[in-house]
C-alpha cells in the first residue's frame, strides 16, 4: 500500500485553481471558507463522472428510476427521519478564543496556547432557514442534508406510476447541505456538496446479498474511472458508529494525502425509513406482490457516494509529472477519454488565418461527437502543456503541411507519440479509440 503524498495536495489545488477547474466562490470579496464554484472545466469534469454513474446504475442488473427531488422539503421529513435529533456532530470550544471545533478535529492543536476546552456537546449539522414572508417556528424549514429522504418520499409515487416491482431501485444525484464544524481540505468537506445515491428496495431476506451486490459493483465503477485501484480500499463501520438507520454499513475508501477518507458508503438501512414514515405520515407504503400474495415494507440497500468528493479523489489520482529529455517536467492530469473535459485540443501552428480557418473546420466536424477545443493563443510547446495539464488525451496540430497534403498531426498525451493522418480520416480515428 502506498502512503500518503502531502505535497501532492498543493500540487493538485494550485493547477485546479490556475486552470479552471474549481475557483473559491465569492473570491473577489475575499471568498467564503469552504466554498467553491466549479470553473469551465471542473463543471465539464463534474458533467462527465454524473454521465457515467447514470450510465453505469443503468446498466445495472434491475430496474433504476431517477427522480429529481426538492432541496427543501417539510419539517416533518426530518422529524420522521430521525434528522433532528440524530444528525449531529460533538462540538468543544476553547474558553480562551471562543473558536469552535468537532471533537476529533486535527484543527485543535492548532487552537490558542493555553487551550481549555469545554465538554463535547452535539450539534445538529442541518441548515435551518425559513418559508415565507413570517419568521416563526411554524415557517421553519431546513436544507436538506441528504438527497434519500426524498427518494423514500417518493417510494409510493414511483410504485404507483411506474407500475414498479421489487427488486428497483431509485437514485438521484442533487445538492446536499451540512452546517459542518470544521470543514476543510479543499473540496473534500464543505457545507455545500453534491451526492450521487441510489435506494435499492428488495425483501429482507434479500438484503444481504444485495448488500454484497452493490459493494462490488461501485467498487469497480470507481476503478473504471482510473482512480488508482490501491489507493481503494472498504472499511465496515464498527457497531458504535453505525447511523441511527443502518444495519450495517461498508466505506469506500479513498487515500487521500492526509489519510484515508470516505468517497462512499453502501448502508443496509433495511425498513427503517418507510416504517417511519408510515408511521408518521399515515400513507401506506407497503408493497404487494401479487405472485406471492403478500405485502410487506421492503428493505433499502443505499449506495451514497460524492460527486465533488469523487471529482477531487480523480484528480488526485490521474495527477502526475514526467521527467522530460531536456530536464524539464512534464504535469498532466491522464484522464480516460470518457472522462476528459477536453478530449480533442486542435492547435494551428501559427495564428494565420488559413490555418485557423482549417481547424475551424475540423472543430465543426468533431465537435459533434466530442468535446473539443481550438487553442491559439502562445507557442505550440506551451499549449501542448497546458492541454498536458488540463487532461486533454489528444491534439491535432495543423501546420503549413497541411495547405499542401490536406493532413493533420495528432499527438497523444500519454506517450508523445504523433501521427500523420488525412483530415477526411479523423472522424474514423477517433470512433476506433
Known sequence: METPDKELFDKVVKISQ?????????????GLRSSYDYGPLGALLKQNISNLWWKSIKNADTNIYPVDTAIIQSSD???????L?????PMVECKKCNKRFRSDSEEITECCDNQELTEPKQFNLMFETYSGPVKNENSQVFLRP??????FINFENVLRTMRAKIPFGIANIGKSFRNEITPGQFIFRTREFEQMEI??????SEEDQWMDYWIKKRMEWYQSLGIKEDHLQLREHEENELAHYAKKTV???YLYPWGWGELEGIANRGSYDLLSHQENSGKDLTYFD?????????????PAGGLTRTLFALLLSVYDEEKLENDETRTLFRFIFELAPIQIGILP???KDDLIEICNDINKILSEDYRTEVDITQSIGKRYRRQDEIGTPYCITVDFESLEDNSVTIRDRDTMKQERISIDKLSEYFEKL
Open 77 to 83: 421529513v426530518w422529524k420522521s427521519s430521525g434528522h
Open 85 to 89: 435529533e440524530e444528525f449531529t456532530d
Open 146 to 151: 441528504e438527497t434519500a429522504q426524498g427518494i
Open 290 to 302: 401479487s405472485v406471492n400474495d403478500e405485502k410487506y415494507i421492503p428493505s433499502a440497500i443505499e
Open 251 to 253: 466505506d469506500i475508501e
Open 349 to 351: 501552428l501559427s495564428k
Open 18 to 30: 490556475s486552470r479552471g477547474f474549481v475557483f473559491n466562490a465569492s473570491s473577489i470579496y475575499g
Open 199 to 204: 435506494e435499492f428496495f428488495c425483501k429482507e
